[in-house]
C-alpha cells in the first residue's frame, strides 16, 4: 500500500521538501508518495488530529504551525519538548507522535560537513534569537558545549531562550557580540540578515581564531556575505542547504522505513531547482 506524507503550513508553494522527500522515495525505490498540503494556522489543529483519517503515516510541519502542530501531540520526544514546537510528525497505533528535527539537521550537517568541528566543545556564538535559533541552541547545549553565548539585536528575546535552556546559554546584545569572538569555537548566523534581497549581516570576524568555523542557516544565496567574508579569511564555513536536506532523514526513515543518506548528488538537485526557479543566481 502506498504510504503517504506531506509538508504542511503556509505558505507552502516554497517549500523543497517534496524535491527532497520525492528524490529519496525515487532513490530507495519506494511505495510513497510526498505532497504539499497548504494549512492555515486557523485550520491547523484540526488537520493534525485527523492526519490519520485524511490517509498520512505523518507530515512536516513549517511556519507558522509548528508550535500548534506541538500543542495537539499525544506524544512528544525530548527535542519537541524542549523547543515546544514539532516539525515532523508521525502515528505510532493511533497516536500522533512527533518532534523538532532542526537541530539534527543543524548537528548532522556540521558533522558531515566539518568532520571534527566540535573537537573544543567551549564556546558557540549564536546569532539571531527566533525560532531556528531555539533549535540550534538547544543541540549545541545537548552536543555538549560549555558556553553558547546567544546574541540578539532585541536583548528580552535571546533572555528568553536562555532561561529555557539553563545557565550555559548566555543572553547578549547583538552590537557586543564581537567581545566573545575570540573565544568562539563556532558562530552561527541565525538572523534573517544575509539573505537575498535583504540587508547583508556585518559583523567583524578579524577576532575569530583559525580554528573556527563559520555557519549559516540562510541558504539562498548560498554564499551569504557572511560565508563570502569568513571564506576570505580562510576560516571553514558551512551554508545552510546541508541543514536542509539533514533535518528531513529523520522524518523519511519514521514514515518509510529507510533511512535516507544526503549525498552531493542530492544537493545538487535541490541546487538546481533553486536556480531554476529564479531563486540562486544561475
Ligand atoms: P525564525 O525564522 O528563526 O523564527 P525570526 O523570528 O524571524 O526567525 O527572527 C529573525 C532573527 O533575525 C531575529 O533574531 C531578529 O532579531 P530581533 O529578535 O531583534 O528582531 C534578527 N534580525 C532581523 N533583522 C535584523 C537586523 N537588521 N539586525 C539584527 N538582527 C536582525
Known sequence: MTVHACITGSPVS?????????????????????GREEVPPAQAAEF????????????????????????VLDEADENAAALGSANTLWLEDGRLCGTSTDGYGFIANLDASVPGWDGARRLALVLGAGGASRAIVHALVQRGFERVVLANRTLERAEIIATAFGKKVVPLAFDKASEVMADADILVNCTSLGMKGGAALTVDLSR????????????????????????????????????????????????FGVRPEVTAELREVLIADLRASGQLAA
Not at 510541519?61 to 509548528?66: G, I
Request: hydrophobic share 40%; with cysteine; proline share 6%.
Open 14 to 34: 516554497y517549500s523543497r521538501s517534496p524535491l527532497l522527500h520525492g528524490y529519496w522515495l525515487k532513490a530507495y525505490g519506494i511505495d510513497g508518495d510526498y
Open 48 to 71: 493534525y488530529r485527523s492526519l490519520a483519517a485524511r490517509g498520512y503515516a505523518g507530515c512536516n510541519v513549517t511556519a507558522p504551525n509548528k508550535e500548534i502542530a506541538f500543542s
Open 208 to 255: 575569530l581564531r583559525p580554528e573556527a568555523v563559520v555557519s549559516d542557516i540562510v541558504y539562498v544565496p548560498l554564499l551569504t556575505p557572511l560565508l563570502t567574508a569568513a571564506a576570505a579569511r580562510g576560516l571553514r564555513t558551512v551554508d545552510g542547504l546541508g541543514m536542509l536536506l539533514h533535518q528531513g532523514v529523520p522524518g523519511f526513515e519514521r514514515w
